[in-house]
Nanobody, 123 residues
């Protein structure tokens, strides 16, 4: 069992930046592909960004491409999502997720979920 704990969410003005972190205290996700999903009120949960277990491969949703960077530090058991040029439509609860591979991440076959962190972007 791997527990995922997100942090770094908050209230930010449009155009600002946030860095979300997802840690696995007492565990490891070095062999997992990791992803960030988000869910806005009344909307389905969507995959925002994913990274392979090695960190060599990344993928982004069109909605955040060019404005975000996902990275993984296996030594620290932490994955990050840097969000820049934030827009009000980025407002959502952001969830960290672990999957067996980046393919299953995109198939939403998720092994572990975090509890989520709220990101609110004001206009």
């Amino acid at each position: 069992q791997v527990q995922l704990v997100e942090s770094g969410g908050g209230l930010v003005q449009a155009g600002g930046s946030l860095r979300l972190s997802c840690a696995a205290p007492g565990g490891t996700f070095s062999s997992y592909a990791m992803g960030w999903f988000r869910q806005a009120p009344g909307k389905e949960r969507e995959l925002v960004a994913g990274i392979s277990w090695s960190g060599d491969s990344t993928n982004y949703a069109d909605s955040v491409k060019g404005r975000s960077t996902i990275s993984k530090d296996n030594a620290k058991n932490t994955v990050y999502l840097q969000l820049n040029s934030l827009k009000p439509e980025d407002t959502a609860v952001y969830y960290c997720a672990a999957a067996r591979s980046i393919a299953t991440l995109f198939q939403r076959v998720i092994q572990y979920w975090g509890q989520g962190t709220q990101v609110t972007v004001s206009s």
